[in-house]
């Protein structure tokens, strides 16, 4: 079984950094692309950053500038550093990944979330 497991997120003060991780374990083959989403109360989940598995990269207006995702392959881990914080920022961000485990089998796959609170 493949697992996602989160960790970084926190409270903040608006301009602050945190960085994100997210770490897949289990019976892995390669991972495609891994993401990084966000939700708000209230609000749908939305896409924030997108890595491929050669490193290209995508964000939306809102991060483009402030948000950087990487991943090293080699430990399976994608991350997120995120500058210049502010406070709608503040969300669950969660971590996914599209990968191929040891049956062949491409899946989707979803972290627990971790909270981050930016405040004013």
């Known amino acids: 079984q493949v697992q996602l497991v989160e960790s970084g997120g926190g409270l903040v003060q608006a301009g602050g950094s945190l960085r994100l991780s997210c770490a897949a374990s289990g019976s892995i083959v390669i991972i495609n692309t891994m993401n990084w989403y966000r939700q708000a109360p209230g609000k749908q989940r939305e896409l924030v950053a997108s890595?491929?598995?050669?490193?290209?990269?995508n964000y939306p207006d809102s991060v483009k500038g402030r948000f950087t995702i990487s991943r090293d392959n080699a430990k399976n881990t994608v991350y997120l550093q995120m500058n210049s914080l502010k406070p709608e920022d503040t969300a669950v961000y969660y971590c996914?990944?599209?990968?191929?485990?040891?049956?062949?089998?491409?899946?989707?796959?979803w972290g627990q979330g971790t909270q981050v609170t930016v405040s004013s």
């Open positions: 996914n990944a599209d990968l191929m485990d040891r049956l062949g089998r491409v899946s989707d796959y």
């Open positions: 890595i491929g598995r050669t490193g290209s990269t």
